[in-house]
């Protein structure tokens, strides 16, 4: 089945500093790949769809400059938290939709800013 | 403003039972629902799906069920395994064509031996 990869799985950061998340489709061309945060006992929240070649879509709410969204090619997304603060400590999880309806999700990368 | 919920935070089932994960959507144009299984730092996994045009989806011991009178959405898991412990997910896809879906609040379900 389809798989997705992201990396890192857990990273700590010191307040200020920016921190990239990748999400990779290992074996299918991901059309359509979006960026989730999930707080602590909390459901997944959208924060932007990334579309290849194009920008990404971002929730209301959600800071574009804060949260750049780079999708370069058909396997690869990647999410840089920029001038991380400790709010931003959260669960980021993306998903990434092939020919299909339904998509895959990665392990997520626990994001820890201190 | 419209939501996703769901009607229990927790539900503990004894092992060997069946367990019923109930969701409410409010989106009555929403025509795909998806439930997932998250376990503890790890991303959702697909359970099983379900279009609007139908009202009963069955994969291996999961079944969804789906009344859009009255919107609601359930999960069905028969003899429950500890395996099974989790927080469960229901998503709905409210814009057909864009693929986004909004997630519930989640249930947890607690498999006791």
């Known amino acids: 089945g389809a798989v997705v990869s992201q990396h890192p799985s857990r990273v700590i950061c010191k307040s200020g500093t920016s921190v990239k998340i990748e999400c990779r489709s290992l074996?299918?061309?991901?059309?359509?790949m979006f960026w989730y945060r999930q707080f602590p006992k909390q459901s997944l929240m959208l924060m932007a769809t990334?579309?290849?070649?194009?920008?990404?879509?971002?929730e209301q709410g959600v800071e574009k400059d804060k949260f750049l969204i780079n999708h370069a090619s058909l396997t690869l997304s990647t999410l840089t938290v920029t001038s991380a603060h400790p709010e931003d400590s959260s669960f980021y999880i993306c998903?990434?939709?092939?020919?299909?309806?339904?998509?895959?999700f990665g392990s997520g990368t626990r994001l820890t800013v201190v | 403003g419209e939501s996703v919920g769901l009607h229990l935070p927790t539900l503990s089932v004894q092992e060997g039972d069946n367990s019923i994960i109930n969701c409410a959507y409010s989106?009555?144009?929403?025509?795909?629902f998806i439930w997932y299984k998250q376990e503890s730092g790890k991303g959702p996994q697909f359970i099983i799906d379900?279009?609007?045009?139908?009202d009963k989806r069955q994969g291996q011991r999961v079944t969804v069920l789906l009344n859009k009178t009255v919107k609601h959405l359930s999960l069905q898991i028969a003899a429950t395994q500890p395996g099974d412990s989790a927080v469960y997910f229901c998503?709905?896809?409210?814009?057909?064509?864009?693929?986004?879906?909004?997630f519930g609040t989640g249930t947890r379900l607690k498999v006791l031996a």
């Open positions: 989106n009555s144009a929403s025509d795909y």
């Open positions: 379900i279009r609007s045009n139908m």
């Open positions: 998903s990434a939709r092939g020919d299909g309806d339904g998509y895959t």
């Open positions: 074996d299918f061309q991901a059309t359509t």
């Open positions: 990334s579309n290849e070649g194009s920008k990404a879509t971002y």
């Open positions: 998503a709905e896809n409210r814009a057909s064509g864009t693929y986004k879906y909004i």
